[in-house]
Each structure stands twice: as structure tokens, then as C-alpha cells.
């Protein structure tokens, strides 16, 4: 009773909740962090010094006894875990796939906060599952995928790739829901992915029992596409040994250099070989919303299932990616099965995501999607992504200017890949290795290395909206200035040089 009256009048309880006023207070408090962050991460190191271990080292070992105040949890935010972050939205950000981290992506997720629904039918929050069918289907329409295909929000493409599969698993061999993969008269099932597509399909084939093995990755061309011709004589050679060709993993952006897969030919394949097509567009998906960029969905309209991260590229906070598959209900054969405590909330016609995947529980994504989607439009999503291309084409331009550098693949979407070759060519990938290390080291600016034909490469990805050409320039100065750096440590006179090695020459 106590307890109902110090509540009603928003004073602290014992067993409820923060007073409401305290709350309110603590709210604006957050507010002005949370602006303050974003107005002065350039100030901040991109990336920490620490060593693994100094982070924990400054946290107890036990959780804590009594309830701390809020201003002293958010002083150790300020002291311990800031400083030990690597800032994936500072504008000097430029490793990986650049992020996606924007003033209204920030408002949207704050929002699904304090809604805090569990979107996992229809009724237990009709806005939630409504809203999500709304903006995968705006998704669609912007990148141009026919409405045979209908999608389901997950948190990343790994996930959805493995639903994908299990999708084709299924159609391969009938009943495997039911009866499972052993003791059954089944051919080894094999799926095909190129050298350069991402370690998602191996993870797939792992959970759903096909085994890493039967991931066969297929020679990539010279510009880092998958080989066709080498594709089809491994289906052959497959078949011709008992094995039975199951699914194509294509890329539309791959991991390391952003190539594109010619996907109608590897369509063409598996439409004659009866194989399901997955295109990972987990990267590149979100630029088919760029007019001149639309042939990146060609031979979209025969693929069997499509993954898109915009959590990568159309602005939407980590964590949201879309499973588009054609038939939708192919998917929710596999894996509807609806617990006898939900039984009565499935009674409506309407779509319960809950059937269409492992989980139960789902977080409201829609909503910061459909926040971030508002506030920029397509055409402000579009005006961003021109902005990527145009950095990466302007870093590309000058790669290819300097003597001391060459270019690893052809610049692609927001992604370029270079090497230091100013130097003894048995040094290089060690030296362009120690250019990422340093520059990371010190934290002004954060890049990625690669392998590219067994060669250590530099990337750098787009992506970040606060990244400008300005930044670009003192990325680009530091890069050559650390190149100089560590090539005179490692003390190889200049005249040994092998700036004439170029890839690929
Ligand atoms: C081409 C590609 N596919 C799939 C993935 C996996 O994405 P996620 O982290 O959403 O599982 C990545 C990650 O970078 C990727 O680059």
C-alpha cells in the first residue's frame, strides 16, 4: 500500500521502479551525452592502446551488492569504457564496412527503448509486426525486387544465410525437419560459394549438419568475381562422383574488395541444375537504391533468396538484416511450430515472425528502420551513398597516382584495396601490414588489412556519414607519411626497391 502511494507520487520505491522525476532528470542528463558524444567524436582516438585485459583490469570481478546511482555508472562509461572503445562512427573510421551510424539512426533505436515489445506474433505487438512487413517491403520497392519476394527482419546475414540454406536443405531433401539428416538414404549435398565470399556459408553448412567440407569455394576472376566456367565443371565433376549439388552462395559485394558476382550466369547454372540461388547482398544490396548502380540486382529475379544488411548500407543502426525469399512461405514450412502457450495468439490471418526462423523473442527493429528511412528518404539514402562512391573513386585516383602504391582490385561501391610496393618486395606484406598496425596503434585513424591473392593489402571502407573529403586527405597523408615510416625502420635501402612488382603484372 505504502509502496502504491510512494509510486503514485513518483517518489523512490523498494521493489519498483526509479522515482519519475529522478527519471525524467536522468533522461535530459542522457540526452546531453549522447550530443555531446557525437558533437566531439572527432576529439576522441579512433581506436584504444589498451592492452587485452586493461579494460577488465579497471572493472570488479563481482557483480555489485547494493544498486549504484546512475551518475556514477555513467561516469565509468566516460572513464573506462569510452576509452577503451573503437569508435566505429568516428569520421576517421575507415576500416571494415564503414558504419551506419546517423543522429536519427540514434533517435530510432532510443525510441524501441522504453516500447520494449517482444515482436514475436501478430498480437503480441500488431505495430511491431506490422511496421516490419511495411519497411521490408519499402526495401524491396527501392531495390528494385520483384514482389514474388517477401522478407523477415533478422539481427545479421549470418543468421539469415542460415535459414536460406536451410530452406534449400529442406527442398532437397524432403522431410529433414522431421526425420533429421541421419540414418536416411541421403546424397552428400554440396554448395557452392566463390573464393572471395564471406566465412557465412561454412557456418551455415555447420550448423544445419552439411559440414564445412561440402562449402566448395569456386576461383574467383581477375577482378575477384566468381569464375563461372569453374563453377559449372565443379557441379559436374560433383555430380559425376555421387555428390549432389544443393545451392550457389553469390556475392553482390564481397568482404574484401565489394565485387559482384555475375549473378544471371550463376542463376542460368542453377536454374538448369535445379540448385537454389542465395545472392549475399549483405554489402552490396542497399546500393541497388542507387539508380546508376541497379546492375547489381541483375539475375536478382531468379534468385531463390536475398540477404541485404542495411545495418551495413541503408543507414540503419547494427543490428538489422532482411531475408528476402521468393515464396515466403517456402521458410515458414521450415520452421513454423508454435508453442501451446502462443497457440491462441496465432488464430489471425496476420504474419507471426515467430515462424519464420530459431527465434521466439525479436526485438522491435522495425521501428529505427522505418525512423532512419523517414527522416533521410530515399533520396537523401541515394545523395549518402553517391558520397561513398565518390571517395572511394577519389582515393582509388590517387592510389593509382603515387608511384608508392598500386591498386589491389578495382574500387567497388565504398570499398578500395591498395598495397605500399615502394620497397623490397619480400618486405611488402609485412611492411603493409605494419602501415594498418601503426596507424591503429596510435589511434588517429582505424583501417583494415587483407589477403588478396596471398598478398597483404590495405582497405579502406565508407560508409561512416561524418567521414568528408577532408578527412579522406588526412587519412591519405598519414597513410603515405606512415608508409615512409616504417619502411625506413625496417632499413631496406631505397634503390633495392621493386615499385615495378605490381599485382597482377
Ligand atoms: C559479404 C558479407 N556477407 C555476410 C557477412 C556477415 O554479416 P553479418 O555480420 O551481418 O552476419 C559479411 C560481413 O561483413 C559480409 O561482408
Not at 570499398?415 to 619480400?426: A, G, H, L, P, T
Request: aromatic content about 8%; overall charge neutral; glycine content about 8%.
Amino acid at each position: 500500500m505504502q509502496e502504491r502511494q510512494q509510486e503514485s507520487r513518483g517518489e523512490p520505491t523498494q521493489f519498483g521502479d526509479m522515482a519519475r522525476e529522478k527519471f525524467r532528470k536522468q533522461l535530459h542528463e542522457l540526452a546531453d551525452w549522447i550530443a555531446d558524444f557525437r558533437e566531439h567524436i572527432e576529439q576522441l582516438l579512433v581506436a584504444p592502446d589498451a592492452k587485452p585485459g586493461a579494460i577488465r583490469a579497471q572493472l570488479p570481478r563481482h557483480g555489485p551488492e547494493k544498486g549504484e546511482p546512475f551518475e556514477k555508472i555513467l561516469s565509468d562509461v566516460d572513464h573506462i569504457i569510452v576509452p577503451g572503445m573503437v569508435h566505429w562512427s568516428h569520421p576517421m573510421f575507415l576500416g571494415y564496412f564503414g558504419w551506419t551510424s546517423t543522429a536519427p539512426g540514434i533517435l530510432g533505436e532510443i525510441l524501441s527503448v522504453p516500447l520494449s515489445v517482444n515482436a514475436m506474433t501478430w498480437r503480441t505487438c500488431p505495430a511491431a509486426t506490422e511496421l516490419e512487413t511495411v519497411v521490408i517491403d519499402w526495401l524491396r520497392q527501392w531495390v528494385g525486387l520483384s514482389d514474388e519476394f517477401e522478407g523477415v527482419v533478422y539481427d545479421t546475414a549470418s543468421v539469415g544465410i542460415m535459414h536460406a540454406l536451410a530452406v534449400a536443405r529442406e527442398e532437397a531433401a524432403p522431410k529433414t525437419r522431421k526425420l533429421g539428416l541421419t540414418d536416411r538414404d541421403l546424397p552428400r549435398f554440396r554448395i557452392y560459394t566463390s573464393d572471395q565470399a564471406h566465412s557465412a556459408a561454412e557456418k551455415a553448412a555447420i550448423a544445419l549438419g552439411l559440414g564445412e567440407e561440402n562449402v566448395i569455394r569456386i576461383p574467383s576472376d581477375d577482378q575477384f568475381r566468381m569464375d563461372v566456367n569453374s563453377l559449372g565443371r565443379r557441379i559436374a565433376q560433383d555430380r559425376y562422383n555421387g555428390l549432389q549439388p544443393m545451392a550457389v552462395v553469390a556475392t553482390v559485394g564481397t568482404t574484401s574488395t565489394a565485387s559482384v558476382d555475375p549473378v544471371s550466369e550463376i542463376a542460368k547454372i542453377c536454374r538448369e541444375e535445379k540448385m537454389w540461388l542465395h545472392i549475399d547482398a549483405a554489402y552490396g544490396g542497399g546500393f541497388a537504391i542507387v539508380p546508376e548502380y541497379k546492375w547489381v540486382c541483375n539475375g536478382w529475379e531468379l534468385a531463390d533468396s536475398v540477404v541485404i544488411n542495411p545495418h551495413k548500407t541503408v543507414f540503419v543502426p547494427l543490428d538489422f538484416s532482411v531475408l528476402y525469399v521468393r515464396g515466403l512461405e517456402r521458410l515458414r514450412r521450415v520452421f513454423t511450430l508454435v508453442p501451446e502457450v502462443l497457440r491462441g495468439d496465432t488464430i489471425e490471418g496476420e504474419k507471426n515472425y515467430m515462424d519464420y526462423g530459431i527465434q521466439l523473442g525479436r526485438r522491435f527493429r522495425a521501428l529505427k528502420a522505418w525512423v532512419i528511412w523517414r527522416s533521410l528518404g530515399r533520396a537523401g539514402v541515394v545523395a549518402r551513398l553517391r558520397e561513398q562512391i565518390r571517395l572511394a573513386n577519389l582515393l582509388s585516383d590517387w592510389v593509382k597516382r603515387d608511384n608508392g602504391f598500386e591498386l589491389s582490385a578495382p574500387a567497388s561501391m565504398g570499398v578500395v584495396c591498395f598495397r605500399f610496393i615502394d620497397s623490397d618486395v619480400n618486405k611488402l606484406d609485412k611492411l603493409n601490414s605494419d602501415i594498418v598496425e601503426r596507424i591503429n596503434a596510435k589511434g588517429r585513424a582505424y583501417l583494415t588489412q587483407t589477403k588478396l591473392r596471398d598478398r597483404t593489402v590495405i582497405r579502406i571502407g565508407f560508409g561512416n556519414v561524418l567521414t568528408t573529403e577532408e578527412h579522406l586527405r588526412k587519412g591519405w597523408k598519414l597513410i603515405r607519411e606512415t608508409a615512409d615510416a616504417v619502411r625506413a625502420k625496417s632499413q631496406i635501402p631505397k634503390d633495392q626497391s621493386a615499385s615495378d612488382l605490381r599485382l597482377g603484372a
